[in-house]
């Protein structure tokens, strides 16, 4: 997958983050390179084409990144999203697997933990995913 095309689903964003992570990429990068650039295009999809098209990016369960922080990160955003806009969350989110082990902190400043923990969307906060409120947000 050619990392500056846009994702069409979430498994097109789960091949670049796959290809990251087998790079030995920091963990920030791939969430900026992939689950952000995911969030980016899924925004795009829904202005442009409308709520079906973006709800069916998230339709078929990813491959797996070889990381399972990245891989619930994916989980994470498809059930906040699903939540957000108002579509059926997709099945494979549920997988009890989609854990991360350890838990993430996106940022890498320790000094925001204690924020993140009390700031982070209950999907992300359930997979052990933490983040600041303004990390979903996008202009």
Do not use: C, N
């Not at 969430?31 to 709800?55: I, P």
């Not at 990813?62 to 955003?77: K, M």
């Amino acid at each position: 997958m050619d990392p500056l095309r846009a994702f069409r689903t979430v498994d097109d964003a789960a091949a670049v983050a796959a290809d990251r992570v087998a790079g030995g990429v920091r963990l920030q990068e791939i969430w900026r390179h992939a689950v952000v650039q995911m969030l980016d295009d899924y925004t795009s999809v829904l202005r442009h084409q409308g709520l079906e098209a973006a709800q069916a990016m998230w339709v078929d369960r990813p491959r797996l990144s070889g990381d399972r922080r990245v891989d619930a990160a994916f989980a994470a955003l498809g059930e906040y999203l699903a939540r957000r806009d108002g579509w059926h969350t997709p099945g494979w989110v549920q997988d009890p697997a989609l854990e991360a082990v350890p838990w993430w902190f996106v940022t890498a400043l320790k000094g925001l933990h204690p924020r993140a923990l009390v700031e982070s969307p209950l999907s992300f906060r359930k997979r052990g995913v933490f983040i600041t409120s303004g990390a979903l947000q996008r202009a």
